[in-house]
């Protein structure tokens, strides 16, 4: 891909993901009402294992830096969202649902890192 058309292929890709965290949270939330945020959760641990597997298919070879920038950058950049998982454990503690807050925070690490570290593994194996 020319180096003019990246830049834009990172903002398209940006907007798409914008657009498919808004439709899955939605869904997601419109499905299975609860006050715990679980779309947050599995948008961001998708997010991370598509990161990871993109990662690992550009260092085993596979993949091209213009992948990881399009798709890393741009999709998963507009994806996932760190900031709103950190407003909604702050809401849930404001609310007094100490536990869920800090399972909330603690949990969201614990598994986007797990995610992002299987997808990365299946990118180097699947190179």
Do not use: H, K
């Not at 990871?52 to 260092?59: A, I, P, Q």
Request: hydrophobic share 55%; with cysteine.
């Amino acid at each position: 891909m020319s180096a003019l058309l990246v830049p834009l292929a990172v903002c398209l890709a940006g907007a798409l993901g914008a657009v498919a965290r808004f439709v899955v949270d939605g869904e997601v939330r419109r499905r299975w009402p609860t006050t715990f945020p679980w779309p947050t959760v599995g948008i961001n641990v998708s997010g991370s294992l598509l990161l990871g597997l993109v990662t690992g298919l550009v260092l085993a070879g596979v993949g091209s830096q213009d992948l990881r920038a399009v798709v890393g950058l741009g999709f998963c950049g507009g994806y996932t969202t760190f900031s709103t998982a950190v407003l909604e454990s702050v809401r849930l503690a404001q609310r007094g649902a100490w536990w869920a807050a800090a399972g909330n925070a603690a949990g969201t690490l614990v598994a986007t890192s797990a995610a992002a570290a299987a997808g990365l593994a299946a990118g180097l194996a699947l190179g």
